[in-house]
């Protein structure tokens, strides 16, 4: 197993990519990196120890390699900075120019950023990822319903990169949904949390174009995997990406196409390595062949541990809820409170909306028939779009018990 993978380790490691101290008290020597067995003794990295070090103290690349200095979102505690090198850059193109070419991105269309533009390294990546494919893009940092409406029948937008609760802002006003589907809007390339199938069919029917989902994250770059036309699992290039799937228990890989928490570790001279980061994202491997014909291997995301319940042994992931409640047209915000008398579901709906059977009780065996739905007035819980949707209370019975 990851017998290529760790050659390419060695070589990184006889290069002295992990010669700081942040590396070298995990990997004491090569005998580390001789087989798999001998590589999962490396201890694992987690988020604190990076946000304990300073971005210099995590690399190796010389003043001169540094194309810039970018951070996490910051939305589950502070910020961490990273050194993002130049061959970073490079690595970034050959990830996006994989899945983008797959979906007919041209030097012709005008890419979208709806996102905040500051130290995150997000935004950043959207609008390379346009720059690389040779087009040209226009960034909206506030994207309210309002903003975002006035950039498309303003601008001939092709393609909008964003966040997917951000496009269905629109979904209440019937005025800002035609102006969508008039737009020139015809690719929508979500990241920055799951897309429930449920979310994709309200953004593909309200925007009339081909929605599709990316992953990434601030310590990779984004996208660091993709979808492509088949809409059948995220793509990622794996010669630079090696991606270990852990039992969050055992903290032993799984057995293949079985769920558990992504590790990954680096394969290229990277700014800011990674050896084993442990990532809390819930995910699978797919090796099998893609209706696409690629070469590469696909991941399916399930949701974070912060973001999952474990109900009787078995995960419960907000994407099930999220499907539920699109599927009978309540598309504003929600979450899931997990309390000491069972589990509270808050929906927000608007006050003329009525409240279907068959979904309170598809909620109810989502929730193995201990929830309890509570409806508030829209804009009322206050969520940002980016944060857990699912909350579990403290002193939780065994059978609710987080892992």
């Known amino acids: 197993m990851f017998e290529k993978e760790l050659e390419q380790i060695r070589a990184l490691y006889r290069q002295g990519i992990y010669s700081p101290e942040f590396y070298s008290k995990r990997i004491s020597g090569e005998e580390c990196l001789l087989d798999y067995g001998a590589f999962t003794e490396i201890p694992f990295m987690y988020k604190q120890e990076i946000r304990s070090t300073t ?6 690349a010389g003043k001169d390699e540094v194309y810039g200095i970018f951070s996490s979102s910051g939305t589950t505690g502070d910020k961490t ?25 041209r030097p012709d269309d005008l890419g979208g950023v709806f996102a905040p533009v500051d130290t995150g390294v997000m935004a950043h990546t959207m609008m390379w990822q346009y720059t690389t494919m040779g087009a040209g893009y226009v960034n909206c940092p506030e994207p309210s319903p309002e903003n975002m409406i006035e950039i498309v029948q303003t601008l ?12 269905c802002t629109i979904a209440a006003n019937p005025a800002f949904v035609e102006a969508a589907r008039k737009s020139s809007v015809k690719k929508m390339l979500m990241g920055g949390g799951f897309l429930s199938e ?13 929605c599709y989902n990316m992953f990434g994250m601030s310590e990779m770059f984004g996208p660091m ?35 558990g928490i992504a590790v990954y570790t680096t394969l290229w001279d990277k700014g800011f390595p990674l050896l084993r980061y442990w990532t809390d994202d819930l995910m699978a491997i797919d090796r099998s062949p893609c209706r696409c014909g690629s070469k590469y291997p696909r991941l399916r995301y399930k949701g974070r541990m912060a973001d999952c319940l474990v109900l009787d042994g078995e995960y419960v992931f907000p994407e099930a809820l999220e499907n539920c409640l699109m599927k009978h047209g309540f598309f504003l915000d929600y979450e899931a409170r997990q309390e000491q008398g069972g589990i509270r579901v808050l929906v927000e709906k608007d006050p003329a909306q009525e409240v279907p059977e068959q979904m309170m009780q598809e909620i109810k065996e989502i929730f193995h028939g201990e929830a309890a739905v509570t409806f508030a007035a829209p804009r009322q819980l206050g969520y940002p779009g980016h944060g857990p949707r699912f909350h579990v209370s403290m002193g939780v019975s065994d059978r609710m018990d987080r892992k």
């Open 81 to 105: 900075y990273y050194v993002y090198s130049k061959k970073d850059k490079k690595v970034h193109e050959t990830f996006v120019k994989a899945f983008y070419s797959e979906l007919g991105i």
């Open 156 to 167: 001939p937008v092709t393609v909008i990169a964003t966040r997917p609760n951000v496009v």
């Open 55 to 60: 971005a210099y103290e995590r690399t190796t």
């Open 198 to 210: 449920g979310r994709r069919r309200l953004i593909e029917d309200i925007w009339g174009a081909d």
């Open 225 to 259: 995997a993709g979808e492509c036309r088949q809409k059948d699992g995220q793509h990622y290039l794996d010669q630079y990406l090696m991606i270990e799937i852990i039992d969050p228990k055992t903290k032993r890989p799984v057995k293949e196409g079985d769920i």
